[in-house]
């Protein structure tokens, strides 16, 4: 199951945050402001630890009670937290089924594209992913049904 979706620049700026698990709180009240501070703490240390590590090793990383699969394409670090025992190539093949959405949705997308439409990144992950899980992965099914949600809008 995945915990968590970041799409990160290598500057440490997270441009899409999508938690389908909440974090481990530090603190046994779980209140929201201390969930958010929480989440921001793994955010940046997801990224030290992504940035950081060498282009030899895998880009699977062991991390607290999770695995972090993570793969960058051009500047930006697309990274997924799952269960230990879920299987890592599929979860790269996922990243990489997204990338292709959102390049066949934009025509060829850059950060700026996830940057000033975020709200459309939003619905083709929540068109892709449900609750923690893959919902569809055909392409052409996936952006038919966002290019239809827009008609609607």
Partial sequence: MIRFFLLQNRQGKTRLSKWYVPPPSQTPSGATASAE??????????????????KKYTNFIEYNSYKLIYRRYAGLFFTIAVDVSDNELSYLETIHLFVELLDSYFSNVCELDIVFNFNKVYSILDEFMLAGEMEETSKREILDRVKLLEKIE
């Fill in 37 to 54: 501070v929480e989440k921001a703490r793994i955010e940046a240390e997801v990224h030290r630890l992504v940035t950081a590590r060498d």
